[in-house]
């Protein structure tokens, strides 16, 4: 089945520092969104890549999605003690269900003030 | 308004119990989902419901039993519960599933412990 592979597994960075994930599928998707989990929250929804080689920011984040749709990263500039949390990429396989999305194992952010 | 709201938000119970954990989306989604997030934090799907039909069932023990008496409703009921259940279970919900282009919604989750 469809396996979704993210490193690392975790990161320390100093604020201020930058910081990014990768994300690996076996199978060619469909789209990919990312996700971040607060310590003790639930996932919340970022964004969403469709195109190959798209690349779509948000502030000081930057996502995008490999040629081949099976990779993608998520690149965070200069980062804040606000940034701290699990960061989730989630892909839907291309010949998949439509409901079907797998998430891959997260990033754990910590940010040293 | 929470959009996606679970109850209960903790529940602790001996092995062997049944118990059951309740969501309730109010964003009009068509299809709603029951993700299981153990202690290393992976999420893995469960189940998933497009307007009250059974679409994604992943290979879960038979002592869950989801229902869904409508589209805004999704319910999990666990019989004999085992120590290897417990996890945060979350609820999710997403505008017609994943291909047109919507996130999901996450619930706050429910702390299942089993002792």
């Known amino acids: 089945g469809q396996q979704v592979m993210q490193i690392p597994q975790y990161q320390h960075v100093q604020e201020g520092e930058d910081f990014t994930t990768y994300c690996n599928s076996s199978t060619t998707l469909s789209n990919i969104q990312w996700y971040k989990q607060r310590p003790g929250g639930h996932p919340v929804f970022l964004i969403q890549l469709v195109k190959s080689g798209e690349v779509k920011k948000q502030k000081r984040l930057t996502f995008q999605f490999g040629e081949a749709k099976k990779n993608s990263s998520l690149h965070i500039t200069a980062t804040q003690t606000t940034d701290v949390g699990t960061y989730f990429c989630a892909g839907l396989d291309s010949g998949g269900s439509n409901y079907k999305l797998t998430f891959g194992k997260g990033t754990l952010l910590t940010v040293n003030p | 308004d929470t959009a996606v709201s679970q109850t209960p938000k903790y529940l602790v119970t001996q092995m062997g119990n049944d118990k059951s954990i309740k969501c309730e989306q109010n964003l009009g989604h068509d299809t709603m989902y029951w993700y299981k997030q153990d202690s290393k934090k992976f999420l893995k799907i469960m189940f998933s419901?497009?307007?009250?039909?059974?679409?994604i069932n992943e290979t879960v023990p038979n002592r869950f039993s989801p229902k869904s008496p409508d589209k805004a409703h999704l319910n999990l009921h666990i019989n004999s519960l085992e120590l290897g259940d417990s996890a945060v279970y979350f609820c999710a919900s997403s505008q017609a599933g994943v291909r047109i282009g919507y996130g999901y919604t996450f619930g706050s989750g429910t702390r299942l412990t089993v002792v």
């Open positions: 419901y497009n307007n009250k039909e059974l679409i």
